[in-house]
T-cell receptor
Framework: GENVEQHPSTLSVQEGDSAVIKCTYS??????FPWYKQELGKRPQLIID?????GEKKDQRIAVTLNKTAKHFSLHITETQPEDSAVYFC???????????FGPGTSLSVIP | DTGVSQDPRHKITKRGQNVTFRCDPI?????LYWYRQTLGQGPEFLTY????????KSRLLSDRFSAERPKGSFSTLEIQRTEQGDSAMYLC?????????????FGDGTRLSIL
């Protein structure tokens, strides 16, 4: 079955700097890659997603890149703000409405 | 948009007791998913439904766990003879199916604590 790995497990950046989180997946059948943000005690919330037929997608300060050949995908957050502090999960699935396999998470701290 | 609703938010029970959780998905969503999340980990897939049909169950779902979605709307997850290792956050999510991306929307979860 699918296995998703994620690095780093913790990340601390100064406000205004960029943050990068990297993930790998194992199952070539995966075609949909969502990213979720989870604040302490709250539900995971989708922040951006990408399909395998797209190499890059951007939404304001957030961008994702996907290398399907290498089975790598990454999240980039620019101009970080304290409210970006949370745990971020990468994930993979065959389609957006199949079961989702999550990575172990990255705890991001943005220092004011 | 009422979102995905889960009840109860918290459940504390003694080892060996049975517990049941309820999930109400977003009304037009025909897929419903259950995940389990332990502290410091990502959500782990347990099972999912399309309407009333249970499509897949994870190996994580032992025979003490059962999930139902009898009318294709709300779902229940029951754990029988609870064990310490069942302590976790149980998350429900829902999505529509069809063309285009249909991401899963999560509820706030039910936190289970086994004494």
């Amino acid at each position: 079955g699918e296995n998703v790995e994620q690095h780093p497990s913790t990340l601390s950046v100064q406000e205004g700097d960029s943050a990068v989180i990297k993930c790998t997946y194992s199952d070539s059948a995966s075609n949909y890659f969502p990213w979720y943000k989870q604040e302490l005690g709250k539900r995971p919330q989708l922040i951006i997603d990408i399909r395998s037929n797209v190499g890059e997608k951007k939404d304001q300060r957030i961008a994702v890149t996907l290398n399907k050949t290498a089975k790598h995908f990454s999240l980039h957050i620019t101009e970080t703000q304290p409210e970006d502090s949370a745990v971020y999960f990468c994930a993979a699935s065959e389609t957006s409405y199949d079961k989702v396999i999550f990575g172990p998470g990255t705890s991001l701290s943005v220092i004011p | 948009d009422t979102g995905v609703s889960q009840d109860p938010r918290h459940k504390i029970t003694k080892r060996g007791q049975n517990v049941t959780f309820r999930c109400d998905p977003i009304s037009e969503h025909n897929r419903l998913y259950w995940y389990r999340q332990t502290l410091g980990q990502g959500p782990e897939f347990l099972t999912y439904f399309q309407n009333e049909a249970q499509l897949e169950k994870s190996r994580l779902l032992s025979d003490r766990f059962s999930a139902e979605r009898p009318k294709g709307s709300f779902s229940t997850l029951e754990i029988q003879r609870t064990e310490q290792g069942d302590s976790a956050m149980y998350l429900c999510a829902s999505s529509p199916t069809g063309s285009g991306d249909q991401p899963q929307h999560f509820g706030d979860g039910t936190r289970l604590s086994i004494l």
